[in-house]
């Protein structure tokens, strides 16, 4: 097993290699020159190339691309021009915040999404699964931005239970219940999207698994229907189901920009909006490329996760 | 008697792991280097059980899977490139799966069309009229035509494949377990009408199967194939009753037969050896009775015998 | 098409789907033509009009534009932008799929890296990254999203496309003269579009709500024109003081988008043939029971298991299969019962409504009884059944790769079976599945017990497959075709390890199976069924001597015996009959060529003279059958 987690964090590292060209390529398609941006567009030429030449910016692309990437491998992710501090910091601070509110998102999508499908699949075409598989439906097609916005009408104008937006209470204490408070309505709003996949798929692959020889093989030993379905058809299930939760894990995470505008939760999706609407290249540059990285680790984390579930997957 | 099929040396390796850059960490010989000779006109049976590459040898043999070594000879000539389309005009192959092998989303003509287009180039109504002239030979309606393949029985759709192939117009045909999906009551419907094809048309057979009693019931001689390699190659009407290998021994006792007491015909539960990590010498010494430590050196040559009989053991039965 | 639609308009919810998604996209299109305000001109005194004022039936937004208006203009460019990103990405997405899958080997490597490549950015994310690079707007949004989605169609066609692309049929295209273009163009595309239409349709909801999300942050669609997005998105400061702005253009992404989920699930439930044959239904814990007619009395009182006028039929749509149509049979104890039959005629699903185990739906078992001991099986509490299952009545099934759970090892599943009887510890368990596979004869049981089904050869796995039916020690074991899917020296020595089985511990068997060589060594007495009829039965000796059914005696000829070198077989003519169209009288009396007219006029009974039966009027080797 270590050997597998060992041989897939190598196997990472032309990704991520990847993921940094792509980024960096990308950006270079922007038309002008950040010189511009930064200094307006009433600078003097000279004054222009002067920046690009201070920023490494009249090297060729090639030679940029490198400069950028060692200087990131040493931990130096460049200096956002518009907050005018380390991208790193400000990516990092940033990060806690969306991590916080993309984790909370994700284990109550996999809790939820996997106990709706399962229910759903064992009792298909029964009133659970009809009463089910119309909420998921509503699930997957509501905007999350717009769901947000409407539980902030009726939870927190309306009823006043949740606060209206941010992370922290602007007075008063920073504790847990103060986060948890704040962090409910955003959580569920993200959230529910990728319930609703979660769920579609994972009755989708319990009906599959659910006709397969070996679960009748379990019924003719006299195996509970509860073992059945929960012992036999889920594990089994389970194998298609992992991947998906990786992708929705992606999803959440990405997602929570929708959700950080709404509730002004100061995470790391925000930040890039802002970033991209003040064209603060090194800080979206940064921002992606952390964000992505860390999406990849936890990739792996499902890899392995996979590899335990499957005794079939080389390890 | 000239040979119709001519194969020398030819074997297959499939490489196993190695990455994006990096060479194969390992090879598996699925076919060893195989001499045989097919006479024109005489249908050849090749039996075996699963994995001993008996699949991998028949799609060598069209040109679907390119040769590691050796070289095929059709009709005097040889064929160098893994090239379908080359293959296609002399050499035909009728697939095991008889649904599976047609198009779900093309018709019947469709079907029957492409071979008669792209092989040889023939026009509308020529086409039309050798159809008709193929279907009447497999006793098929020529109503079935404008159907699609998922509305026919398996052995209708066996015939199907059957006429796909003879409509490349080639000599020689590679069947692939053509009835093994079939029921027993149609099986017998198709072997009849393979029979009375080659009759009339002259054809050359390669029967794949693993069935004995089958190959056995059409086959002029046979070759037994074991773990990649031929073991022993005989007339059909001696080789089970008279089997000098003991692997074709074995599976001659191994077929259920009304009325014989049912005694496991090896002592031991084994079974093949590891395709990765094969034994030396003959691949069958660890279930054979009357293996000895010469076994273990290196693998039986396939011996011809006086009477034609050819056998890769250095401790034959009497026969 | 016409199949397409109907199976369409048979699903309620997909056709209001269809139905919305008509209205909006009419709406959409005459948009244009209707008389509405200019949806760009501001009028500032007339700012958050509430809605269903006169005028403004929807009410104005914070530039006092009319709410409807933009509504219309917003779904119309929501829409176009949507279908674009969804065909654009399917497109390109499709065809790098199709290329990969087809070509395989490196240019499969190479693009597949680059997909993963794409797909390791959490996708909004490079969809933001996109759209900073090229700017806000929205044809720079509808790039992005149809970008970011185009890793995804790839992907998953390729995964199809390997899938055909490895079919026997590509592999006759190419024997049949055709270019790999040509057979991508007509072998591989046409069984890829309809994957293809049903990934689209059910991702273009996604691109919708992306593009509009991308605008409501922005960096979509630009001021003052509007999507519905962008319209959410200026609404948002005004969200507690007029939530009317907010509510409208929301609600339009809502119902749109549900409208083409709805449709889209009806697409691909019409296009998924798995789906159209209702093959996706979960089979219940036990086969549903619907009894007409009266149950009916035992007929042998010493057996073990005694089947008497047992029906199973299957419902599926409006077609009703008569798979098994009236079986009665009896089972002694120690004794070896053969059923013999080609497929279709009903043999497994004889032996599988003994337990209930016919997958339901769409099986239903409409008639008889099966006892046990004279405890009637058949509708039987479920409770009172699972109990027995594996206790008294135990299973072996055909193929043991399919029939083992593939991610229990050996042992877990062998402990399982005990345990779902009675309760002993995982010791004693373990101690118990290495006796019971040392009783099968698996060499070094004790290290083998760790195994995973894949780690074992398929002779291997069926000696687990028999050691799981013995673990608690069953008075009946039913044998569904257990050595088909093996070869022929490892069938020999699973047939050997079930007779020796059966002799030293009394067992009683019911072996199903097409094989007269295996029923001839193994079974004591053989039924021969067809078309879900018993028409022959008696020891199996006497009928492979001498059957008297003209089925039984020609399928005895249809199979070669061994050592007699090549020669010509007696073929039984025609097919056997489809159990939905069932003949009215004898079911073989068009293949028979003993056929009279008293054959088709009614129901043959099944005739019992002696320890024989025989369901014909005109039987052959009568004498002989009853010397």
Redesign the interface.
């Known amino acids: 097993m270590g050997r597998y987690i060992v041989k897939r964090l190598i196997s990472a590292i032309p ?1 991520l290699f ?2 940094t060209l ?2 960096f390529l ?2 270079a ?3 002008g020159d950040p010189a511009t941006a930064i200094l307006g567009s009433y600078a003097t030429p000279e004054n222009v190339a002067k920046l690009n030449r201070d920023l490494g910016l009249d090297a060729p692309l090639w030679q940029r691309y490198f400069i950028w990437l060692g200087n990131m491998l040493t931990g130096d992710f460049g200096q956002s021009f518009a907050l005018n501090r380390p991208v790193l910091d400000e990516v990092l601070e940033r990060f806690q915040a969306t991590l916080i509110l993309a984790g909370t998102a994700f284990v109550l999508c996999s809790v939820f999404g996997i106990i709706a499908g399962v229910i759903s ?2 009792n ?2 029964g009133f659970a699964d009809k009463a089910i598989t119309f909420v998921v ?2 699930g ?4 999350s ?2 769901l947000g ?2 539980m ?2 009726w939870f927190s ?1 309306n009823l006043r239970w949740f606060p209206v937006s941010g992370m922290w209470p602007i007075y008063g204490d920073r504790d847990l219940g103060a986060l948890l408070s704040h962090l409910t309505l955003p959580a569920i709003a993200l959230a529910v999207v990728a319930t609703g996949v979660v769920a579609r798929l994972s009755r ?1 692959a ?3 698994v ?16 509860r ?2 379905i929960w012992r ?1 058809a889920l ?2 299930a389970m ?1 298609s189901i992992i991947p998906v939760l990786g992708i929705q ?3 959440v ?3 929570a ?2 959700i950080e ?2 509730f002004q939760w100061p995470g790391v999706g925000r930040m ?2 802002d ?3 003040t064209r603060d ?1 090194l800080l ?1 540059q940064g921002g ?1 490329v952390f ?2 990285a860390c ?2 680790l936890f ?1 792996i984390a499902v890899d392995v996760a996979q590899s335990l ?4 997957i080389k390890t | 008697m000239t040979a119709a099929l001519k194969l020398v040396n030819l074997s297959k390796t499939f490489d196993i792991g190695g990455g994006f850059f990096s060479a194969p960490r390992a090879g598996v010989r699925a076919v060893h280097p195989t001499d045989l000779t097919v006479a024109a006109g005489e249908t050849l049976g090749i039996v075996g059980e699963s994995g001993c590459g008996k699949s991998t040898l028949a799609r060598m043999l069209v040109g679907l899977l390119p040769p590691t070594t050796g070289t095929i000879e059709i009709e005097g000539a040889a064929l160098d490139t893994a090239d379908p389309a080359v293959f296609g005009k002399r050499i035909q192959y009728v697939f095991q799966d008889p649904i599976s092998s047609l198009n779900p989303r093309k018709t019947i003509r469709q079907i029957m069309e492409a071979p008669l287009k792209r092989l040889h180039g023939m026009g509308r109504a020529d086409r039309a009229a050798r159809i008709s002239e193929i279907f009447a030979s497999v006793n098929l309606r020529e109503e079935f035509l404008d159907r699609y393949p998922h509305e026919f029985s398996g052995g209708q759709a066996q015939r199907i494949g059957i006429a796909r192939a003879l409509a490349a117009a080639a000599r020689i045909l590679i069947l692939d377990e053509p009835v093994s999906a079939l029921d027993v009551s149609v099986q017998a419907q198709v072997l009849n009408l393979l029979a009375d094809l080659k009759r009339d048309f002259g054809l050359t057979y390669l029967f794949i199967t693993h069935d004995l009693s089958v190959v056995e019931a059409v086959s002029d001689r046979i070759a037994v194939l074991y773990f990649g390699s031929v073991v022993e190659l005989g007339r059909a009407e001696d080789i089970f009753r008279a089997p000098m290998h003991p692997y074709t021994k074995l599976l001659a006792d191994s077929a259920p037969v009304v009325g014989r007491a049912l005694t496991a015909p090896e002592g031991g539960e084994t079974e093949l050896p590891d395709p990765l990590n094969p034994p030396s010498g003959c691949a069958f010494r660890a279930r054979c009775p009357r293996a000895t430590a010469l076994c273990a050196s290196a693998p039986p040559p396939l011996q011809a015998r006086a009477d034609g009989r050819e056998v890769a053991c250095y401790h034959p039965l009497d026969g | 098409m016409t199949a397409f639609l109907t199976l369409l308009a048979r699903n309620r919810l997909a056709l209001a789907g269809l139905v919305v998604m008509t209205v909006v996209v009419v709406l959409a299109l005459i948009t244009p033509l209707l008389p509405l305000a200019d949806p760009d001109v501001t009028d500032t005194g007339n700012r958050f009009v509430p809605p269903l004022s006169p005028g403004a039936w929807l009410g104005t937004d914070h530039l006092g534009r009319d709410l409807l208006s933009r509504l219309l203009w917003g779904t119309r460019l929501s829409l176009a932008v949507g279908f674009a990103a969804a065909v654009a990405a399917a497109t390109i997405g499709a065809a790098i799929g199709m290329i990969a899958g087809f070509y395989g080997g490196r240019v499969d490597n190479i693009i597949m ?1 680059a997909v ?3 797909m ?7 969809a ?9 707007g929205l044809i720079n949004a509808l790039i992005a999203v149809a970008a970011v989605n185009v890793p995804f169609f790839a992907r998953n066609i390729r995964g199809i496309t390997v899938g055909i692309a490895n079919k026997e049929f590509v592999d006759a295209a190419r024997l049949s003269g055709l270019s790999n273009a040509r057979i991508i163009l007509t072998e591989v595309l046409p069984n890829v579009v309809p994957v293809i239409v049903i990934a689209m349709s059910t991702t273009i ?1 996604w691109m919708i ?1 992306e593009t ?2 991308l605008s ?4 979509g669609s630009q001021p003052p024109q509007a999507d519905l ?1 962008s319209m ?1 998105g200026e609404a ?1 400061s005004a ?2 003081t007029n ?1 009317h702005t ?2 409208v253009p ?1 609600l339009m ?2 119902v749109i ?2 409208a083409i ?2 449709l889209g699930d009806g697409v691909r439930d019409a296009l998924d043939p798995r789906l159209k044959s209702g ?5 219940m ?2 086969t549903r029971v619907d009894r007409r007619s009266p149950v009916p009395p035992a007929q042998d009182a010493a057996a073990v298991l005694d089947i008497a006028g047992l029906q199973t039929q299957f419902h599926i749509k409006d077609r009703v299969y008569r798979a098994v149509g009236g079986v009665s049979l009896s089972v002694k104890p120690g004794e070896c019962l053969g059923i013999i039959g080609e497929s279709g005629s009903g043999k497994s699903v004889t032996a599988l409504s003994i ?1 209930g ?1 016919v ?1 339901s739906p769409p099986g239903v078992i409409t008639g008889g009884a099966a006892r046990l001991h004279g405890d009637d099986l058949i509708g039987m509490p ?1 409770r009172q059944l ?6 008294a009545v ?2 072996i ?1 055909q ?1 043991p790769q ?7 090892t050996v042992g877990d599943q062998l402990i ?2 005990i345990r ?2 009675r309760p002993i510890s995982v010791k004693a368990g373990r101690a118990r599945a290495v006796e019971l596979l040392k009783a099968v004869r698996i060499p070094n049981a004790a290290s083998r017990i760790g195994n ?1 089904p ?1 780690e074992m050869s398929g002779g291997m796995r069926q000696r687990v ?1 028999i050691a ?1 039916a013995l ?1 608690n020690e069953p008075q009946i074991i039913i044998a569904d075709e257990p050595t088909t899917a093996l070869d022929v020296t490892v069938q020999a020595q699973i047939l050997a390890l079930l007779d020796d089985l059966r002799r030293s511990r009394g067992l009683a068997i019911v072996f199903i199976t097409h094989d007269f060589g295996v029923v001839g060594q193994l079974c004591d007495r053989v039924a021969v069924m067809y078309a879900g009829k018993i028409v022959e039965a008696g020891p199996t000796r006497a009928v492979l001597d001498a059957p008297m059914h003209p089925y039984t005696a020609r399928l005895i000829d249809c199979v070669p015996e061994l050592g007699g070198g090549k020669r010509r077989l007696e073929a039984i003519p025609g097919l056997p009959p489809v159990v939905d169209k069932l003949p009215h009288g004898c079911a073989f009396a068009d293949r028979c060529d003993r056929v009279q007219g008293l054959c088709r006029a009614g129901t043959v009974a099944l005739e019992h003279t002696g320890n024989r039966a025989v369901r014909c009027h005109f039987p052959v080797n009568e004498r002989q059958a009853a010397e």
């Open positions: 990704v990847g993921i792509i980024v990308i950006m398609m922007i038309p699949a064992a298909q075409y439906l509503l997957i097609s509501i905007p931005f717009f916005m409407m902030i009408l104008v989708s319990m009906l599959e659910l006709r397969q020889d070996y679960i009748r093989t379990a019924r003719a030993k006299g195996v509970h229907e073992g059945v036999h594990r089994a194998v894990a992606g999803f995470l990405s997602g920009v929708y505008i709404v890039l909006v970033a991209i609407l290249i979206v992606v964000v992505a999406y990849v990739n579930l499957d005794p079939r | 890296r993963d490549m794409l390791a950015f959490p996708y909004i994310l490079l933001l990254a996109i759209v900073a690079a090229l700017g806000p909801g709500l509009a999300g409501f942050l922005g960096l997005g959410l948002r969200l507690i939530p907010s509510v929301g992404i809502l988008v549900m989920n709805l093959a996706l239904s979960r089979p814990a036990a337990m185990l997958a479920y699972r109990d027995l299952r594996g206790r135990s299973y099934f193929d399919a029939t083992l759970h593939p991610l229990y399982e079976a779902a009887h995973y894949h497959g799981m673990a």
